[in-house]
């Protein structure tokens, strides 16, 4: 620990790794995981069909609802548990970029 923050070491070399480079790939991975939840596909919920109009309420095939395959609580849990990464090793852009998303 250095100045209250946290370090990662190599095991092998003892060599300490890059926190900003670190902290860069947890945000490229809270953006990507983000993004990926806004540009999925939204899909029948009773016969899969994908919905092919933006506007559309309900299924063209069956007339059920459509929904999301993945739901907003698994990326709010995963975004949440980026956070609590960036409040204990204090990575502030992370966190900021967390909150942001949130």
Do not use: F, M, N
Not at 33 to 40: A, E, I, K, M
Not at 68 to 74: C, I, N, V
């Amino acid at each position: 620990e250095y100045d209250g923050v946290r370090s990662w070491w190599c095991r092998d070399c003892g060599h300490p790794y890059s926190r900003s480079e670190i902290e860069g790939r947890l945000v490229l991975i809270a953006q990507r995981r983000t993004l990926g939840y806004q540009l999925q596909d939204v899909e029948c919920t009773k016969c899969h069909a994908l919905r092919t109009g933006h506007l559309a309420a309900r299924c063209t095939a069956c007339g059920c609802a459509y929904a999301t395959r993945s739901k907003p609580a698994e990326l709010r849990e995963h975004l949440l548990a980026l956070g609590e990464v960036a409040r204990a090793h204090k990575l502030e852009y992370l966190a900021e970029v967390v909150k942001w998303l949130l």
